[in-house]
Nanobody
Framework: DVQLQASGGGLVQAGGSLRLSCAAS????????IGWFRQAPGKEREGVSC????????YYRDSVKGRFTISRDNAKNTVYLRMNSLKPEDTAIYFC??????????????WGQGTQVTVSS
C-alpha cells in the first residue's frame, strides 16, 4: 500500500528550527513531485512547499521563503523540509503529499497523516 510517513515535528521556541522528513513507499517515488502542506486549528489546509520529481525545481509560499528549504533524496525515497526562524504562526499539522503530474497540479494523488509542529512565543 501507499505510505507517506511524516516525522520530525515537535515543540520549539520562536526562532528555533526543525527538520521534517517524509518517507514514501508503495509507489514509484521519483515519478512524483512531493509537496508539504499544513493545517492550523480552525483554518483551511494550505500549501507550504513543493519539489519536482527530480529535485530540480522548488516552490514556496511567500510567508516561508528564506526560512524553509525543501529537498529530496530519491535514493532514500525521502523528502525533507528544513524550517528555520520558526514563528508561532507556523504552528500546524504538516502533511506531505505526492502528485504525479507535477507541482503545478493542486490535485495531489497521495496524502500522509502529518506531524505536529508547535512554535511557542
Amino acid at each position: 500500500d501507499v505510505q507517506l510517513q511524516a516525522s520530525g515535528g515537535g515543540l520549539v521556541q520562536a526562532g528555533g528550527s526543525l527538520r521534517l522528513s517524509c518517507a514514501a513507499s508503495g509507489f514509484t517515488f521519483d515519478d512524483f513531485a512531493i509537496g508539504w502542506f499544513r493545517q492550523a486549528p480552525g483554518k483551511e489546509r494550505e500549501g507550504v512547499s513543493c519539489v519536482s520529481s527530480s529535485g530540480g525545481r522548488t516552490y514556496y509560499r511567500d510567508s516561508v521563503k528564506g526560512r524553509f528549504t525543501i529537498s529530496r533524496d530519491n535514493a532514500k525515497n525521502t523528502v525533507y523540509l528544513r524550517m528555520n526562524s520558526l514563528k508561532p504562526e507556523d504552528t500546524a499539522i504538516y502533511f506531505c503529499a505526492a502528485v504525479y503530474s507535477g507541482c503545478d497540479d493542486h490535485d495531489y494523488d497521495y496524502w500522509g497523516q502529518g506531524t505536529q509542529v508547535t512554535v511557542s512565543s
